[in-house]
């Protein structure tokens, strides 16, 4: 192996900063209510590469006068490439044994995952980085592609820089931090604050990227370019402050001041992780992003790292050096890749589905057994393969033996044909496997037909002289056929978003009239209910179920009430998400209704979900077709049509 060049040296301090930078985010992947800025850990991740990685080019160009590309590549491929070819054929293993139905949608993910391009994969085929509902055991794979690709274009950077010669290096700092400032505002000119739903309803949150729509939000967070700012700090960073020139500069004498600022630095990291939002959030609007992130969030957190990394890496620094340096943080520091790489499909292949949050009791287990498969790979796996084991027992291998030597040849053929066994059934799996969908998102698409679009039906606008209505207590009428409206008055209107949706047939056939679509926020509810009594078609009673995917308030309750002030009856369901904030904050108003309005009254459907979760998905949400059942005739019993 290629020993490190000495004017480097082994720098404890960076790994504290890695192994807090990798908890963070770990803590936010199990339940981010507990820290909802946790994901800024990768962010930092992208600085100390762009630091350390940068550094060890100049210090090679320094010791030997040139930069060996071939052996750059070669040690990142040592580095990173075993352990995540490991993960991803266990992931195959283990869906092909225990997860068959997720085989076929997997099959792009693994081939995007191995040829480090899994960002872009993301962005092009719209599978959201941020969507709550899916089985996505190798998401978290887009950090490493980003910085995958970083490694295969920066030595043939710093090799231009090299041939600058010494002292125009210090200006390419200059120039690198410019280019990490014209990246922050690139990302704000281009982000769009509002509301994110589809490419119909908010069309400016959508960008063509070779002719193709892809989401703006999901490029700006995944894609290469736009996520290149804190790389570009670090390798900034590095220009300026290599520890070797340090130790002999009177910059490096005065440790204390660099320890505060490093202190101001960690300190900024941490309340940023407690301070910001996640990317995107549900609001009473919608969903929206998080504007500040996009608008400068990344830059200062950028900043607050290159901070904390003069500090750590300072000769004399005492503070920042000595507790980041301790022993566990440098141990948890030199598995933090495998750590980030086991960690997520062990999560995923307990939950099912990547908004659900962990409890305390489940997080602790699940990150002890992501670090067993972490210690076994940095032992067995990444530790021998760096120090070139694989290139030593082939040449043992091949090398002209007899008697015992063929012996145990052949029982090292044995065990490779016996350890193969699995991973071949797994791609063999893979490969032939049928794309299908995942049951919620079937039994969504089954209940499409059974729903009517209000607002984009197509009815007359023109309004309608209805003679008189149907009571509560009366017969209902027959709902209206899906896709139009046909001037009538609407005995039951339904208004939900996908769990009611997933419901629309059992609705359906008990006579009402479902508007359900994915995603939908509660202010549209105000929409449709101003619509409807515009055309004066608002019949005996309205049924709203939102508040899954966004947040209310007591305004826009209000405002809604105002179209509806006339109907006997408004039925408003409470929400069952049990892993996102928004439940309670949700029900509290919900529940407040009646007392404020005479004609209202709530089903209590969070109650029941808490009782039968059986009745329930594995995403504890959305509703199964022996639950849907109960919560129609339930909703039936609340507006007296038992």
């Known amino acids: 192996m290629n020993k490190r060049p000495q004017l480097l040296s082994y720098i404890p301090s960076l790994d504290g900063i890695r192994a807090l930078s990798v908890i963070a985010v770990i803590i936010y992947h199990a339940n981010k209510l507990w820290l909802p800025g ?60 225990f997860q068959r139905t997720m085989l076929g949608t997997l099959r792009g993910d693994v081939v995007a995952a191995l040829l480090y391009g899994f960002n872009w994969f993301q962005v092009w085929n719209g599978t959201s980085y941020f969507t709550s509902f899916e089985f996505v055991p190798l998401r978290h794979l887009w950090s490493l592609a980003v910085e995958e690709q970083f490694y295969l274009v920066w030595p043939l950077v710093m090799l231009l820089v090299a041939k600058l ?53 999901d490029f700006l967070f995944l894609g290469t370019l736009t996520r290149s700012g804190g790389l ?85 620094s005492f503070i920042i050096s000595r507790s980041l340096g301790n022993p566990i943080f440098v141990w948890l520091g030199r598995r933090s890749y495998g750590f980030y790489l086991f960690h997520w499909p062990v999560f995923q292949f307990y939950r099912r589905f990547a908004g659900k949050g962990l409890t305390p009791y489940e997080f602790v287990v699940l990150a002890l057994i992501a670090l067993a498969f972490t210690e076994l790979s940095f032992r067995l796996i990444e530790t021998p393969v760096r120090h070139g084991a694989i290139s030593q027992w082939w040449r043992e291998f091949r090398a002209p033996g007899y008697g015992r030597d063929v012996a145990r040849r052949q029982r090292q053929i044995l065990l490779i044909a016996v350890f193969s066994l699995l991973p071949v059934f797994g791609v063999v799996s893979l490969v032939t496997a049928k794309v299908q969908v995942d049951e919620i998102t079937q039994n969504l698409s089954d209940n499409q037909q059974n729903v009517v679009d209000v607002l984009g039906s197509g009815a007359s606008t023109a309004p309608v002289v209805i003679t008189g209505t149907t009571l509560l207590g009366q017969a209902p009428t027959a709902p209206a056929a899906p896709g139009s409206l046909d001037g009538q008055v609407i005995d039951i209107l339904a208004i939900g978003d996908s769990v009611m949706l997933g419901a629309a047939n059992v609705l359906t056939e008990r006579g009402v009239t479902v508007d359900a679509l994915k995603s939908r926020p509660f202010r549209q509810a105000l929409e449709i209910a101003n619509y409807m009594k515009s055309i004066n078609r608002l019949g005996s009673v309205v049924i709203i179920h939102l508040g899954t995917n966004n947040t209310v308030d007591v305004k826009t309750l209000d405002e809604i009430m105002v179209p509806l002030k006339d109907v006997p009856l408004v039925l408003f369901v409470n929400v069952h998400v049990p892993d996102e904030a928004r439940q309670t904050k949700n029900n509290l108003l919900l529940n407040e209704m009646p007392s404020r309005y005479e004609n209202v009254k709530v089903f209590d459907w969070n109650a029941v979900a808490n009782a039968h979760p059986e009745y329930l998905y594995s995403d504890k949400t959305h509703i199964r077709i022996e639950g849907q059942k109960v919560y129609a005739d339930l909703m039936m019993q609340a507006i007296g049509r038992p």
Do not use: N
Request: glycine share 12%; charged share 10%; proline share 3%.
């Open 232 to 316: 570009l700090l670090g390798a900034a960073l590095a220009i300026w402050w290599r520890p070797w020139l340090l130790k002999r500069s009177q910059a490096g004498s005065d440790g204390s001041l660099f320890d505060l600022v490093g202190l101001v630095g960690l300190g900024v990291i941490v309340l940023a992780m407690f301070k910001f939002h996640t990317v995107i959030e549900g609001t009473d609007a919608g969903t929206i992003g998080y504007d500040f992130l996009f608008r400068g969030g990344f830059f200062v957190v950028d900043l607050a790292s290159i901070a904390l990394i003069a500090a750590a890496v300072h000769p004399s």
């Open 38 to 97: 946790g994901f800024l850990g990768v962010e930092v991740f992208f600085v100390i590469s762009g630091y350390l990685i940068t550094l060890l080019l100049l210090a090679e160009s320094e010791q030997s006068g040139s930069i060996s590309l071939g052996q750059f590549w070669m040690r990142r491929f040592r580095r990173l490439l075993p352990a995540l070819w490991v993960m991803v054929v266990g992931v195959v293993v283990f869906a092909s044994l």
């Open 165 to 217: 010669g010494k002292r125009k290096i210090p200006s390419v700092g200059v120039l690198f931090f410019g280019m990490s400032v014209g990246v922050a505002i690139y990302v704000a000119m281009t982000y769009r604050p509002g509301t994110i739903s589809t490419i119909d309803q908010t069309p400016q949150q959508f960008m063509s990227l070779f002719g193709h729509s892809v989401s703006r939000i």
